[in-house]
T-cell receptor, first 111, second 112 residues
């Protein structure tokens, strides 16, 4: 079992470029989440999904889009990257009220 | 005011010491999670609690639902315990019980 796998692990983007972060889980979990982690702040929810084909906005959704076309994959897109999106991004999955499983994180720098 | 407050923010200990990290929250919850994040690393779930106490190796987590408070204890601390410990709660109101609200974390450094 791989658990939750995020790709890529590191990326440097220029302002205005676009990219997609992939989160894949092999535990058949319904719920998936994208968070960002910034110094001095707790993890903040960007978008989440409660099942295949559904997505919803979290606390800080601006500048990001997501898709959940397959149950095991949750994609996070940045259409036009900005320096304010420099952060560490974490994906997580869980089933109902069970414990959450996190990916290893993606360190994104926008210059 | 953050819904989840952790203390202390930073903690330095000597190897072998008993460590306590505290978490207070202001909302009704269905569960509380303790997470561990090593420097530059991913996040690992240590415990999920809804009542009482859980133990795993040298780690013990307790929760008092009435007082809205949880503690994470590390016995016989070791340098490999150096990490950020994050408290997260699952609110039980308004259909948000599948989302987590996170504290800012406690940075623990254990010196040899």
């Amino acid at each position: 079992n791989a658990g939750v796998t995020q790709t890529p692990k590191f990326r440097v983007l220029k302002t205005g470029q676009s990219m997609t972060l992939l989160c894949a889980q092999d535990m058949n979990h319904e719920y998936m989440y994208w968070y960002r982690q910034d110094p001095g702040m707790g993890l903040r929810l960007i978008h989440y999904s409660v099942g295949e084909g559904t997505t919803a906005k979290g606390e800080v959704p601006d500048g990001y889009n997501v898709s959940r076309l397959k149950k095991q994959n949750f994609l996070l897109g940045l259409e036009s990257a900005a320096p304010s999106q420099t952060s560490v991004y974490f994906c997580a999955s869980q089933t109902g009220r069970l414990e959450a499983f996190f990916g290893q994180g993606t360190r994104l720098t926008v210059v | 005011k953050n819904e989840v407050e952790q203390s202390p923010q930073n903690l330095t200990a000597q190897e072998g010491e008993f460590i306590t990290i505290n978490c207070s929250y202001s909302v009704g919850i269905s569960a509380l999670h303790w997470l561990q994040q090593h420097p530059g690393g991913g996040i690992v779930s240590l415990f999920m609690l809804s009542s009482g106490k859980k133990k795993h190796g040298r780690l013990i987590a307790t929760i008092n639902i009435q007082e809205k408070h949880s503690s994470l204890h590390i016995t016989a601390s070791h340098p490999r315990d150096s990490a950020v410990y994050i408290c997260a709660v699952r609110p039980n109101s308004g259909g948000s019980n599948y989302k987590l609200t996170f504290g800012k974390g406690t940075l623990l450094t254990v010196n040899p």
